[in-house]
C-alpha cells in the first residue's frame, strides 16, 4: 500500500523538472509572505497546525537536511540515512518564535547551495544513493524530486494559510 503523503509529493512532479521546481520555490515564498504581517505569518490556522513561521523554519531546516544528505550520498554511495522528528526539531529550534524572514534568508541560502551543487554533478553523481531508515533506497535524484514535492506541498499548506490559494 503507497503512503498517501508520499504518493501527494511524488503527484506533484509529475511531467515536472525538480530542479527548476526547486530554484523556483524560494521566489514564490517571498512573493506569498511578502507585506503580510509577523503577527498573521505566526498565527495558527488551528490547534495543533503550523503557523506560516513555522512552515518556514521548517522548510529552512529541512533544507539543512538536504545540504548534508545529497553530499552523504555522494560520498558514501549506499550508506545509511537517518530519519528525523520534525516535531522534535521544531521543539528544539522553537519554530513558533522564528522570525519568519529570517527562516526564508536561512532557506534561500541554503536551497542555493543545493542548487549550485546539482548544476555540477556527474551522471553517476546523479545515481548515487543512500538508504533512508524510512523510505528505503533513495538516489540523489530521486530525493531532489522528493524535496521539490515537499516544497510544493507546504507552499499550498502556506496558500490556503493566507487565502491565497
Known amino acids: 500500500m503507497t503512503d498517501p503523503y508520499i504518493a501527494r ?7 515536472k ?9 524560494p521566489a514564490i515564498l517571498k512573493r506569498l509572505i511578502d507585506g503580510v504581517s509577523e503577527k498573521e505569518l505566526k498565527r495558527s490556522p488551528a490547534p495543533g497546525k503550523w503557523s506560516v513561521a513555522e512552515i518556514l523554519a521548517h522548510l529552512a531546516e529541512s533544507e539543512i537536511v538536504t545540504v548534508w544528505r545529497y553530499r552523504q550520498m555522494i560520498e558514501n554511495s549506499g550508506g ?5 522528528d520534525q516535531e522534535q526539531w521544531a521543539r528544539m529550534g522553537k519554530y513558533a518564535s522564528r522570525d519568519p524572514q529570517d527562516s526564508l534568508r536561512l532557506f534561500d541560502g541554503l536551497r542555493k547551495v543545493n542548487l549550485e551543487m546539482f548544476a555540477r554533478l556527474t551522471r553517476d553523481e546523479w545515481q548515487s544513493f543512500g538508504v533512508h531508515a524510512e523510505r528505503g533506497k533513495m538516489t540523489v535524484e530521486t530525493l531532489a524530486r522528493h524535496i521539490a514535492g515537499h516544497d510544493r506541498n507546504h507552499v499550498e499548506q502556506i496558500q490556503k494559510i493566507l487565502g491565497k490559494g
Open 80 to 84: 545509511p540515512l537517518s530519519a528525523y
Open 9 to 15: 509529493i511524488v503527484s506533484y512532479t509529475e511531467g
Open 17 to 25: 523538472d525538480p530542479i527548476t521546481m526547486q530554484g523556483e520555490t
